[in-house]
Structure formats: structure tokens, C-alpha cells
């Protein structure tokens, strides 16, 4: 059995875009607590787009 090297396959049905869908959602319930860490560092920060030319009406 030393000499048997493993090979996995895995048959995914699904298009592109779903699969991508469904990988970003299990990342981003995986680190749901940094994203919330870094969105409220973010809102906290000054804004790039504050200064005079933000008063267009």
C-alpha cells in the first residue's frame, strides 16, 4: 500500500458562478468577526471622500 499515491476527483454540477457564490459565503460565515472588526474600523476612519468637493447638491 506504500506504493499507492492517492488521486481525488470531485464532479461539481454546478456553474461557475454559484460554486463562487457559495465559497465566498463560507468565508465570509468563517470570519464574520474580522469583517465586522474591519467595517467598523473603516466607518471610524476619515472618509477619503470628505473635503470641499462633497457639498455638490
Not at 500500500?1 to 488521486?7: A, P, R
Not at 454546478?14 to 459565503?25: F, H, K, Q
Amino acid at each position: 500500500m506504500s506504493g499507492k499515491k492517492l488521486n481525488f476527483r470531485f464532479h461539481n454540477p454546478n456553474p461557475p458562478e454559484l460554486s463562487c457564490e457559495y465559497i465566498i459565503r463560507i468565508l465570509v460565515e468563517a470570519n464574520q468577526k474580522k469583517l465586522d472588526q474591519a467595517l467598523c474600523a473603516a466607518s471610524e476612519a476619515p472618509s477619503v471622500l470628505s473635503g470641499p468637493f462633497t457639498d455638490f447638491p
